[in-house]
């Protein structure tokens, strides 16, 4: 599967009311597309950060959603977003549950590696980290998306509520270092998010 995410800046006054529009117009929109297998929306109310995942069964799904829904894309984005950056990546792993209540939290983990390190940090993720993060309580869903050409990575771990997130730091940064120290990878940045929507995806 494929991924494309957007990520926006704002006024945090103006995050609900996009987020809204694109956890409804926005989730309908894309359901109409050709290949679409999923979707999230993630918002830090305090700091002003939106985070959009879609998922799609191909490349060629992707790319012609993100042309035939531009225009309206940019429109219901713009009484929030004053910046705005578009990634499109490839989901190496993907473990979700089927249901999420309301409270649910998103972890964003983001690493550097060189390119041809990628197959080795996923073979890392899958056989080594993958069993024992899954025994994480709360834990709800868990994505490893990778970007082959400029040599990047994500790790995306939905959890139940707050308070498993939470009790969950220090055991997901220990999984961290031992990827770091395995796949000879870096992390650039670990952010964290309350969960607008989130729709079961495939596994991959």
């Given at each position: 599967?494929?991924?494309?995410?957007?990520?926006?800046?704002?006024?945090?006054?103006?995050?609900?009311?996009?987020?809204?529009?694109?956890?409804?117009?926005?989730?309908?929109?894309?359901?109409?597309?050709?290949?679409?297998?999923?979707?999230?929306?993630?918002?830090?109310?305090?700091?002003?950060?939106?985070?959009?995942?879609?998922?799609?069964?191909?490349?060629?799904?992707?790319?012609?959603?993100?042309?035939?829904?531009?225009?309206?894309?940019t429109e219901m984005m713009a009484p929030f977003?004053?910046?705005?950056?578009?990634?499109?990546?490839?989901?190496?792993?993907?473990?979700?549950?089927?249901?999420?209540?309301?409270?649910?939290?998103?972890?964003?983990?983001?690493?550097?590696?060189?390119?041809?390190?990628?197959?080795?940090?996923?073979?890392?993720?899958?056989d080594t980290s993958l069993p024992g993060v899954?025994?994480?309580?709360?834990?709800?869903?868990?994505?490893?998306?990778?970007?082959?050409?400029?040599?990047?990575?994500?790790?995306?771990?939905?959890?139940?509520?707050?308070?498993?997130?939470?009790?969950?730091?220090?055991?997901?940064?220990?999984?961290?270092?031992?990827?770091?120290?395995k796949a000879r990878v870096s992390t650039s940045?670990?952010?964290?998010?309350?969960?607008?929507?989130?729709?079961?995806?495939?596994?991959?």
């Amino acid at each position: 599967m494929y991924v494309r995410s957007i990520y926006a800046t704002g006024d945090p006054a103006e995050l609900d009311g996009v987020a809204e529009a694109l956890r409804t117009e926005g989730r309908e929109l894309l359901s109409a597309q050709p290949g679409f297998r999923g979707m999230g929306v993630f918002v830090d109310r305090e700091i002003g950060k939106l985070l959009v995942g879609s998922w799609w069964e191909d490349e060629a799904s992707r790319q012609a959603s993100y042309e035939n829904l531009s225009e309206r894309r940019t429109e219901m984005m713009a009484p929030f977003a004053q910046t705005m950056t578009v990634d499109n990546w490839e989901a190496a792993v993907a473990r979700r549950a089927d249901t999420l209540g309301p409270g649910a939290v998103f972890r964003l983990v983001r690493i550097d590696v060189e390119p041809s390190g990628i197959d080795l940090l996923v073979d890392t993720f899958r056989d080594t980290s993958l069993p024992g993060v899954q025994k994480i309580p709360g834990l709800a869903g868990l994505s490893l998306l990778i970007d082959r050409g400029r040599g990047r990575a994500a790790i995306g771990a939905l959890y139940t509520d707050r308070d498993a997130l939470t009790a969950s730091r220090g055991a997901v940064a220990a999984v961290r270092g031992e990827i770091t120290a395995k796949a000879r990878v870096s992390t650039s940045s670990v952010e964290e998010f309350e969960v607008v929507l989130a729709t079961a995806v495939p596994h991959a």
